[in-house]
């Protein structure tokens, strides 16, 4: 996919989502292709860190870090809670 870019997008697991969906964007056909989904309980809120190398997302166990890969694949690093509360909202700073 020389002329596109991966995307991520978060969606709630309750009823039927499946988590961080990874995709390959296409902007001159304005297309999206699913590549693959990484299973995350509720990540609404997604946030890249400023090099591109680590996503960042909500999710029902307070927050998650995930590695990004070359090829634009997840893996995830490690997850950290909110003192028992659901985040609403992820920023990422330098």
């Known amino acids: 996919m020389a002329a596109g870019y991966v995307a991520y997008a978060g969606s709630f697991t309750k009823g ?17 292709q699913l590549r693959s989904v990484c299973p ?8 890249p860190s400023a090099d591109g190398r680590f996503l960042y997302s909500t ?3 307070g927050t998650a870090a995930f590695a990004i890969a070359e090829d634009g694949s997840l893996s995830l690093l490690n997850k950290a809670g909110v003192n028992g509360l659901r985040p609403s909202y992820l920023a990422v700073t330098r």
């Open 40 to 47: 995350t309980e509720n990540p609404i809120f997604l946030a």
């Open 16 to 32: 039927g989502g499946g988590g961080i969906y990874v995709l390959d964007a296409d902007p001159a056909e304005a297309s999206f």
């Open 59 to 61: 999710c029902d166990e």
